[in-house]
């Protein structure tokens, strides 16, 4: 924007005079005009490079004036008649300034420019490169008043919003899953034992997302979301199970529980775990990732139920 502003400065304000000279003679006679025998103009000798700012009223004057949007306007149809009508659209976009209503004063201005980073980010990546830029920002450009952005930062804000509407979920589904144990359970003691075996899937899970490269993307916020779900089934079956067992001890509850639903659990979880598998094969790399999602979930949770939940239960449980 600057740059063509100091161009409009050289050759429509200070050179205003070379504009009408039709002849050399005419041309070199006024002050500040050079002669193009090409082309046959008269054109000021003064550039861009010449100009070293104005007084902010001249200035502001200037951007409100005709002649400035005129001279807009000629150079946008002189660039769409020779094929760059993309750089008009890249000018608009890139960089200008807006003036209020009275054209008295700057309501805002822009300028952008290139950066390298990465098309895809973490929430972690996004933050880091947010703050380096910032601090780039508080370090060269600390009274300008300014913010910088890029589209990378609405992903980065939307991330963030997802991830605490996963914790927030994660949180919720654990209070509602605790909710329905005690309604089928009618036992409290039965239902935080069930709490706790839940909480330890979830974080099991979360153990596991990086270890297999995962990151706190869209994705896996929605997945964080349903772990609670689907890791409730074969805890209430065993638990419901052993709340309602005639045995009189903890061990003889946990056998019982086992004998009875221990079966049933396992193969429910291996027919799940089958058809989870056949996910694997897709090319769509969402499918592959729910499918590997439901695969670990649904192995966490039938392997904590029996060897965690199970064992608990024989210790601490009614």
Known sequence: ??????????YRIVGAACVGETSSEACDSTVGCLWDAVVGACYSSHTDEDYAGLPANEFITLLGSLEWKAYKENREEALRANGRSFAVTEERQMTGVRLNAAKTAISFAWVSYNATYPRENSLEEANEWHQR?????????????GIQTTEMYLFMITQREMVTAAITGVMLSLVIAFVVMVIATQNWWVSLLGLVNISAITAVFLGLMPLIGWSLGENECIFLIAVVGLSVDYTVHLLHVYNHSPEKTREGRSRHALSEMGISVTNSAITTLLASSILFGCGFYFFLQFGAFIFLVILSSILMSISFLIPLATMLGP
Do not use: D
């Open 133 to 145: 830029w910032e601090s780039f920002h508080h370090e060269f450009a600390p009274s300008i008043g």
């Open 1 to 10: 924007f600057m740059e063509e502003f100091a161009r409009f400065w050289a």
